[in-house]
């Protein structure tokens, strides 16, 4: 079955760098758009960044510049660099590919941007 295990978290001080990994297994991997997503302490999930399988990407406006997805389809896991970390950008985040009609995500990894 589809599997997605997220790590790199933590805690970091404004400005700060992190990077986060999402090891997958139970489907195609070079087949698929690979996404992140954060959840903020009560606020709705939202897309981060999005990998197509030909490794275009397209990022929110609100990271675009200061992080970078990536994949490694032979490691069959994808990233997340995130630089110039602000306290805005803390929350869990997920990783999360779609093979309809059902959404998969990962347990999560918390991210916490503060002096």
């Known amino acids: 079955q589809v599997e997605l295990v997220e790590s790199g ?3 970091v ?3 700060g760098s992190l990077r986060l990994s999402c090891a997958t297994s139970g489907f195609t991997f ?3 758009v690979l996404s992140w997503y954060r959840q903020a302490p009560g606020k709705q999930r939202e897309l981060v960044a999005v990998v197509s399988p030909t490794d275009t990407t397209n990022y ?3 990271v675009k510049g200061r ?3 990536a994949r490694d389809n032979a490691k069959r896991a994808v ?5 110039g970390l602000r306290p805005d950008d803390t929350g869990v985040y997920y990783c999360h590919i779609r093979h309809d ?3 998969y995500w ?3 990894t918390q991210v916490t941007v503060s002096s």
């Open 60 to 62: 929110s406006n609100l």
């Open 13 to 15: 001080q404004p400005g």
């Open 9 to 11: 978290g933590g805690l």
């Open 101 to 103: 009609p059902i959404n």
């Open 30 to 32: 070079s087949s698929y």
């Open 67 to 69: 992080f970078t997805i």
């Open 106 to 108: 990962g347990q999560g």
């Open 79 to 83: 990233y997340l660099q995130m630089n």
